[in-house]
């Protein structure tokens, strides 16, 4: 299933070799070696890659083909993290494709070195972690020409402006149950105080069509989090006989390993970031090609915590700004206005639900939300800009000349809750959400405190007039609660 060539045993913390800092090896091969060219080569990529779309993230999965190659999908997954984050530790977790062996390799005899400095090795915490599990080993042929480690530090060393140590780890095992191991010894680590970096690319050497094929199917898998329906992928594709393809995941023991840490923790998701394969580099043949996916393992934040809605000043007036230039560009000039998200919070990134509501001189302009997202709240808030000023049924869609007399709401959502009983709402703290068969309407929490309406008024108005079940509808309907955090201009 990986791409291994020879076979060695590794030397244990015992006998491991004097002090000495590991020098690189793909240096003026895999990226350039001259320093400013580097530079300058990894401020391109910055430049061009996708944005900050995921927040919260603590891992990410990353291409180790040449910067030419696979550079710009590297830079799509580094950019999701903040670059002000300061990390106790970055585990850089990389498959062998030259040795073979037992377990898995730290590197605890001295520190990192590329052509743009020197990156410090956590020797203690790599010395606890190979007394205390047998898995883990230090073999000196596991690092010494590795290029699959080493080519993503330069990419950390660019993006975070905080010092930070590595912990580099290359697993020489084919084993699965070896994988295990090494991600039960890493769970406890594998939380906000630290980064995980896994080292993979995707299908190699198929046709540019086949490559897409199958890359897809292969990430559908590790998205899953589900480390059984990776594995039958791999296995499918090794009897599949594509044409030229030698394996649809070459670091696949790291990322096996990465899922058997994920895969149990309710929390974390695992979500897409860009993909393309050698085929779309001008230097590329699309006859047989390498592919890359770039993804991002995040913490869930759930809306309605003090975290996720301890909304600061500038981010609510973020929010706003970005509704009101929205749907000034739209409504005048029918395009939608392109958003820098850099310096983004967490909160701004998240993906939750959120209503924009528009008022004139009081009066209701306009209201259209969505309750769950898959896109970042900044994004959601500009296309719910859009359609409260545009669609919704209720109200001709907004002129030019009334933009500047709206005022702009926006509801931020939790996720919502089944309830058993009308008697768990609390009026003016949630909203509700009445659905029977495919009818369904919500009131925003406000409601409640605008109107002045007793609980059952409450219902009521949401099932006739929203539902359209009548009246009483709500008695036999299924009710649901949800939390805003609700501010204006």
Request: hydrophobic share 35%; net charge negative.
């Amino acid at each position: 299933m990986g791409l291994i060539f020879s076979f060695h045993s590794g030397c244990s913390s015992q006998d491991k070799p004097p002090q000495e800092d590991r020098q690189p090896a793909a240096a003026g091969r895999f990226y350039p070696g001259n320093p400013q060219e580097l530079k300058t080569t990894l401020a391109g990529l910055f430049s061009d890659c996708k944005p900050r779309i995921i927040s919260s993230v603590i891992g990410i999965v990353c291409p180790h083909a040449g910067y030419v190659y696979s550079g710009l999908v590297a830079a799509s997954a580094y950019n999701q993290l903040d670059p002000e984050k300061e990390y106790e530790n970055i585990f850089v977790v990389a498959s062998s494709h030259q040795v073979s062996f037992m377990g898995a390799s730290i590197y605890n005899i001295g520190d990192y070195v590329t052509p743009i400095g020197k990156v410090k090795i956590n020797i203690p915490l790599a010395n606890k972690l190979i007394e205390e599990n047998a898995v883990f080993t230090f073999n000196p042929e596991a690092d010494h020409t590795e290029h699959s480690l080493e080519v993503q530090i330069p990419f950390l060393q660019y993006h975070l402006k905080k010092n930070f140590q590595l912990v580099p780890i290359v697993l020489g095992t084919q084993s699965e149950e070896t994988c295990k191991k090494i991600a039960k010894a890493l769970k406890p680590y594998f939380n906000e105080k630290n980064l995980f970096v896994f080292s993979t690319d995707f299908s190699h050497y198929p046709s540019y069509t086949d490559a897409i094929a199958a890359d897809k199917v292969t990430c559908d898998a590790i998205v899953s989090n589900v480390p059984d329906s990776l594995i039958k992928v791999i296995h499918q594709y090794e009897s599949r006989n594509v044409p030229n393809l030698v394996t649809n995941l070459c670091g696949w023991t790291s990322i096996l390993t990465m899922l058997y840490m994920t895969a149990n923790d309710p929390g974390l998701t695992i979500k897409p970031v860009q993909y393309m394969n050698s085929g779309d580099s001008k230097y590329g043949d699309k006859t047989q090609v390498v592919g890359y996916w770039s993804l991002a393992v995040s913490k869930i934040t759930k809306a309605g915590t003090d975290a996720a809605f301890g909304f600061s000043k500038e981010e609510k007036s973020t929010l706003l700004k970005i509704a009101r230039s929205t749907i000034s560009t739209y409504v005048r000039e029918r395009k939608v206005p392109e958003i820098d998200n850099r310096g983004f919070t967490d909160n701004l990134l998240m993906n939750t639900g959120a209503f924009v509501t528009l008022r004139e001189k009081g009066e209701l302009r306009g209201c259209i939300g969505r309750f769950t997202a898959d896109i970042p709240l900044y994004q959601v808030v500009q296309d719910m800009a859009i359609a409260s000023s545009t669609e919704d049924s209720r109200f001709s869609p907004v002129t030019p000349g009334e933009i500047d007399q709206m005022e702009i709401e926006i509801s931020v959502l939790s996720p919502m809750k089944k309830v058993q009983s009308p008697d768990e709402i609390v009026l003016g703290k949630h909203g509700i959400y009445i659905k029977k068969g495919y009818l369904s309407g919500t009131f925003l929490p406000q409601v409640a405190t605008e109107t002045g309406w007793s609980k059952e008024e409450f219902l009521g108005h949401c099932a006739q007039d929203k539902a359209g079940i009548g009246w009483d509808g709500w008695k036999d309907a299924e009710l649901y609660i949800y939390e805003a955090s609700v501010f204006s201009e």
